[in-house]
C-alpha cells in the first residue's frame, strides 16, 4: 500500500475530477422561501468538506468482527448537521489506521438515494483508477413525468420536513444512537439457495404454494422478519410492520435513465401478526407477503412515493425497516486502486429493527447487517438467522 499522503492525493485530486460531473453533489441543500421548496444551490466555488483523521483503533477487529465497534464506525463518516437548511448535500473523510485506511461519505438522503450513491462511489473510484466511468449521470428531474408530480412532491415535504428551513426528523428512540447493538451476517450462495428451498418447500407443504420462486432479497427479507418476530416480546396478535424500499426507476412511463442522481423509491408496507412470524409455515407466508408488495409497486410505481403515513411511523417498535440491495455491489464499485475494500458498511443504522444489504465480498452472497437496541435480542436474532 503507498504512503497515505500519496492515496489522500489520488483520493482528492479523483474527487475534483468525478464532480465535475456530479457538480450538484458539491451543492448545498437550500429552502426557496418564495416557494416553499427545497432545492440545491450550486455555484463555481463550491466545494466538498474532505476531513482527514486518524484513528488507534485496531482496523482488523473492525473489518472482521461480527458485532460493530458503533462509536469508532460513527467517527469514519464526517458530521454533517442536516437539522437546519442551508446544509450539504456530501462530505468525505479518510482515516488513517495503522496498517491501513478508510473512506467514509455523508450524503443527504433527499438529493441521492442509495442507488445514486453507488453510482457516484463507482464514478469516483474509477477515476482513482485512471479509468472511465461506466455511467453518465444526470440529475434532470423533468426526467420524471407524473400527473400531479409537484402537487405530490410539496405534499412529501410538508409531511418530511413541516417546519422549514427546519429540516430536524425526530429520533426512532429516545436514546443515543451508539447504544445499539449492531451485527454483520453474511450468508453465501449456498445459504441463499439453501433458503429458498426451505421457503418453497414450506409454502407446499401447507398448502400455500408461492406464485414463483422466491428472490435473494425476498427470501433474506422474510428470514430477517421472522427472525425480528422471534427475537422480541410481541403478543401473537401484535401486527408487526415490514418497510422497505423498491427502485421504481424501470417502472415508470417512461422508464427513467439509469444514471439518474436523485431519489426514484416507492416504499413498500406488509404487515403479518406476530403468531403467524412465529409459525411453522413463517418463511413462506412472510415471503409471499413481501412478494405481494413487490407486484403493487410494480403494477402502480407512484402509489408508494407518499410513504409518509403518520400511522406508519408511530408503530416504529413493531416495525423492521430493510435498507440496500443484494443487487447493490459495494466491494467491487468501492475499489479506489488498491484492491476491495475488506469491510463496507452503512454506518447511519438508527433504528432498533433496522437492516442493510448489499452483495457480499465475494461477489455470491449478500451481506446482512442489523441494528437492535438490546445484545440478548440480537443473540436471539441470530440464533434464528443463522439456523433456518
Same mark, same amino acid.
Given at each position: ?9 489520488? %483520493? ?13 453533489? @458539491? ?17 463555481a ?7 482527514? @483523521? ?27 448537521d ?36 453507488w453510482? *457516484?462511489?463507482?464514478?469516483? +473510484?474509477? #477515476? ?14 423533468? %426526467?420524471?413525468?407524473? !400527473? ?7 405534499? /412529501?415535504?410538508?409531511?418530511? @420536513?413541516?417546519?422549514? $428551513?427546519?429540516?430536524? %426528523?425526530?429520533? +426512532? ?15 453465501d ?11 418453497v418447500? &414450506?409454502?407446499?407443504?401447507?398448502? =400455500?404454494?408461492?406464485?414463483?420462486? !422466491?428472490?435473494? *432479497? ?14 422480541? !416480546?410481541?403478543? #401473537?396478535?401484535?401486527? &408487526? ?6 427502485? =421504481? ?11 439518474? /442522481? ?9 404487515? %403479518? ?11 413462506? #407466508? ?28 408511530a408503530? &416504529?417498535?413493531?416495525?423492521?425497516? /430493510?435498507?440496500?440491495? $443484494?443487487?447493490?455491489?459495494?466491494y ?12 463496507t ?10 437492516? #442493510? ?13 442489523? @441494528?437492535?437496541?438490546? =445484545? ?13
Amino acid at each position: 500500500m503507498p504512503p497515505f499522503d500519496d492515496i489522500l492525493h489520488s %483520493l482528492k485530486s479523483s474527487l475534483a475530477t468525478t464532480l465535475r460531473s456530479f457538480a450538484p453533489l @458539491a451543492g448545498r441543500l437550500v429552502h426557496l422561501k418564495d416557494t416553499g421548496d427545497v432545492g440545491i444551490s450550486c455555484s463555481a466555488s463550491d466545494a466538498v468538506r474532505f476531513v482527514v @483523521a486518524e484513528s488507534d483503533a485496531d482496523i482488523r477487529r473492525l473489518a472482521g468482527d461480527e458485532e460493530h465497534d458503533v462509536r469508532v464506525l460513527e467517527g469514519l463518516v464526517p458530521a454533517v448537521d442536516m437539522s437546519e437548511l442551508p446544509t450539504a448535500v456530501l462530505a468525505v473523510q479518510a482515516t488513517r489506521f495503522e496498517g491501513g485506511f478508510a473512506v467514509g461519505l455523508t450524503v443527504h438522503h433527499g438529493v441521492a438515494d442509495g442507488r445514486s450513491l453507488w453510482t *457516484f462511489v463507482e464514478a469516483w +473510484a474509477s #477515476a482513482c483508477r485512471g479509468q472511465i466511468p461506466a455511467a453518465t449521470p444526470t440529475f434532470d428531474r423533468s %426526467l420524471i413525468k407524473l !400527473p400531479g408530480g409537484q402537487e405530490l412532491a410539496s405534499s /412529501i415535504l410538508q409531511k418530511i @420536513a413541516p417546519n422549514l $428551513p427546519s429540516a430536524a %426528523l425526530a429520533s +426512532a428512540v429516545g436514546e443515543d444512537l451508539t447504544s445499539f447493538t449492531r451485527r454483520t451476517f453474511t450468508l453465501d450462495a449456498h445459504d441463499i439457495q439453501r433458503l429458498k428451498q426451505r421457503i418453497v418447500d &414450506l409454502g407446499e407443504a401447507h398448502g =400455500t404454494p408461492l406464485p414463483r420462486p !422466491p428472490s435473494a *432479497f425476498a427470501a433474506i427479507v422474510a428470514l430477517a422478519w421472522t427472525s425480528f418476530a422471534r427475537c422480541k !416480546p410481541f403478543a #401473537a396478535d401484535d401486527d &408487526l410492520l415490514l418497510f422497505f424500499f423498491a427502485d =421504481t426507476r424501470d417502472r415508470l412511463d417512461p422508464p427513467v435513465d439509469a444514471g439518474y /442522481i436523485g431519489v426514484c423509491l416507492a416504499g413498500c408496507t406488509a404487515t %403479518l401478526p406476530a403468531g403467524e412470524l412465529r409459525s411453522e409455515r413463517a418463511l413462506a #407466508a412472510a415471503t409471499l407477503a413481501v412478494q405481494d408488495e413487490i407486484n403493487k409497486m410494480k403494477e402502480d410505481p407512484v402509489a408508494g412515493w407518499n410513504f409518509m403515513n403518520p400511522a406508519l411511523w408511530a408503530a &416504529l417498535d413493531r416495525m423492521m425497516n /430493510i435498507s440496500g440491495s $443484494p443487487g447493490f455491489r459495494a466491494y467491487d464499485i468501492a475499489d479506489f486502486g488498491w484492491g476491495k475494500p475488506r469491510r463496507t458498511e452503512n454506518i447511519k443504522m438508527n433504528q432498533d429493527g433496522q437492516v #442493510a444489504m448489499m452483495r457480499s465480498r465475494d461477489g455470491q452472497g449478500v451481506q446482512v447487517s442489523v @441494528a437492535l437496541l438490546h =445484545t440478548t435480542q440480537m443473540d436471539e436474532f441470530k440464533s434464528h438467522f443463522l439456523m433456518f
